[in-house]
Every structure is written in C-alpha cells, then in structure tokens.
C-alpha cells in the first residue's frame, strides 16, 4: 500500500496496536487489569461502563499514561516515551485539549507546525476542511458549542495524517447531523486502511460503526469479536426472536408440540419465541414450519442488540 500526505484519500499502510497483559493501578485501586487486545485497520468500537477503564487504556494506547506492567505497542515499536510514534497516532481525548483564545485555525495551524509538516497551512485547511468547519475557522474556540469543539479536536487529530485514530467518546455534543457526518467521515476513514479505536457510551454508535467490539468491565476484558457472534456463545441465556407467518397460532401450535423452543407468545407483532439452544433452533423451525404447512415471513432475534449484548457482560 502507498502512505499518503494529505488525509482523507487513498490508502495508508496498515497498522497495528497490540496491548499485552496490561495493567494499570493508582495506589490501591486498579485502573485496568490484565488486559490483552489487538486493533488492527478498520473501524473497534470500545465499550464499558462509566468508571470501566476505557479512558485509562486510550491514554495507554495514546502514549500518555505508563503502564504498570504489561506492554503497549504499534507495529511492534512500544509507545510509551517513544516520541516517534507520534507521527502515526492521532488522538481526539475526551476531556477538553484546546486553548479557547485561539481561533480554529489558529489551534490546528499550530497542531500542523509541531508535527513539522512541509506545508503546514495546506494541512491545517484540509483537516478544517475534512471535518467541515470552515465556517468557523476565525472564530475563538472559547465560543466554539460542545459539538464545535468536538470536531475542532477532530480536525488536530487528523492534520498529519495518520494511519491510527484514538478516538474517546468523540460524539459528545454533537447534534444528529454532526454526528451523522462524523460517522460518515470515521467509514470512509476506515475503508483507506485506517486503524480507528473510539469509545462510546452509546451503543447505537457503536452498533453503526464497528463490527468487532472490545469490552472492558471493571478493568478487565469482558468480551472480544462480532457482538452478534458472542450474543450466540451465550449458551447459558435464552435467545428470543420475533416470527411473523402465514398463520401464527398453527406454527405456535407446532413450535410447543416439538418442543424446541422454552416458550412461545402471541403478540400483535407475531410470534415471540424463547429458544435455549440457537443452531437448534434455527434448523429445526423451517421444518417445523413446513410440516405445519405454514409460510415464514420474517424469523429475527430480538435480543441481538449491542445494548443487549452489553447488558448481559455487565451483569455477568
């Protein structure tokens, strides 16, 4: 793959970041425990509690905040006090990280300058540009709204260009259309080979964006992989799913007969079907189904939902 200087086109060479049994303690309390993980190009989302860890492993990831014991690496260069990663990182905190007496352009200007790009003001209009806030450039960023200031630190991130994306709750703020532009910015970011981390306290963005999904519970790793797939390991908790047919009463008529399923309901929306075992279940309902000389029109699980998922590794 060919690396590129100016953002937002092509592709960039894949990167990977790789934390390995890492722990994270403050006196008595620990932060993060024991944690192993790999985030390689694509968009992972990183879920958790509030208080969970994620932001203490986002520093980690990031370079700012030293491991306890463990390790933190991209492409196998460990990040902790190793400047150089930096020109591969890019990284958008969730707490305030702008000077509020500097204009937009202003800020990304000087973001451009210490990264000692060849022409700092084409990059710094590109990111301004990329995260569409030129209508604000000469604006002070003290009178920036929340959601202003979230896609200002956006555009900081991004001016050099990097190939790795650290991104902390970065919808904080933003209204429906901001959002929806960042995520279109974040897929199409993803799709030139970018490796993008962002945490997110609410699932229906991270449901949107990530398809692979890391899961801290109280500093440890809780889950890892396609939420759908682990909501399908989860032997030990029924799955439900919503049947709609060609006569729903004979098919739950038949469901209950057969036995494959823990119980059946009849709700206005169809059937609602609480199996145990779910590659049972699924091979057996279409059969059922045509012995009962009935028509399927939609089998959908109900509780797949990454809400779901989460709920149920939080309560675990």
């Not at 759908?228 to 009463?249: E, N, W």
């Not at 399923?261 to 057996?284: M, N, P, Y």
């Amino acid at each position: 793959m060919s690396e590129r200087n100016e953002p937002g086109g092509g592709t960039v060479r894949p990167s990977e970041l790789v934390l390995e049994n890492v722990s994270r303690w403050y006196g008595n309390v620990v932060a993060v425990n024991g944690v192993s993980m790999k985030v390689g190009p694509g968009v992972t989302g990183l879920l958790g509690p509030n208080g969970a860890g994620k932001s203490t492993i986002i520093h980690m990831m990031g370079g700012f905040l030293a491991t306890s014991s463990g390790s933190v690496t991209l492409n196998g260069a460990p990040i902790w006090q190793n400047p150089g990663v930096y020109r591969s990182l890019g990284l958008v905190p969730e707490r305030e990280a702008a000077y509020d007496f500097l204009t937009g352009e202003q800020f990304i200007l000087a973001m451009a300058k210490l990264h000692k790009l060849p022409d700092p003001s084409a990059a710094a209009r590109r990111a301004i540009g990329m995260v569409e806030m030129d209508y604000a450039k000469d604006r002070p960023i003290g009178n920036y709204s929340k959601g202003m200031k979230q896609r200002i630190k956006m555009a900081s991130a991004l001016v050099h260009d990097p190939p790795v994306l650290l991104l902390d709750e970065p919808f904080n703020g933003m209204d429906p259309r901001q959002r929806l532009q960042l995520m279109d910015l974040i897929h199409r970011m993803a799709e030139e080979g970018r490796t993008i981390l962002f945490s997110s306290h609410i699932l229906e963005e991270v449901e949107r964006l990530a398809s692979h999904i890391e899961v801290i519970v109280a500093g440890r790793h809780a889950a890892s992989g396609d939420f759908r797939k682990i909501r399908r390991l989860m032997t030990d908790r029924p799955h439900i799913f919503l049947v709609r047919s060609s006569d729903d009463r004979s098919l739950a008529a038949a469901i209950i007969a057969d036995g494959s399923a823990r119980s059946v309901q009849l709700t206005d929306k169809g059937l609602q079907i609480e199996a145990v075992d779910f590659q049972r279940f699924t091979w057996l309902l279409p059969q059922v189904s045509r012995d009962a000389g009935v028509r399927l029109w939609e089998v959908s699980p109900s509780d797949e939902s990454l809400e779901s998922v989460f709920s149920y590794l939080v309560a675990r």
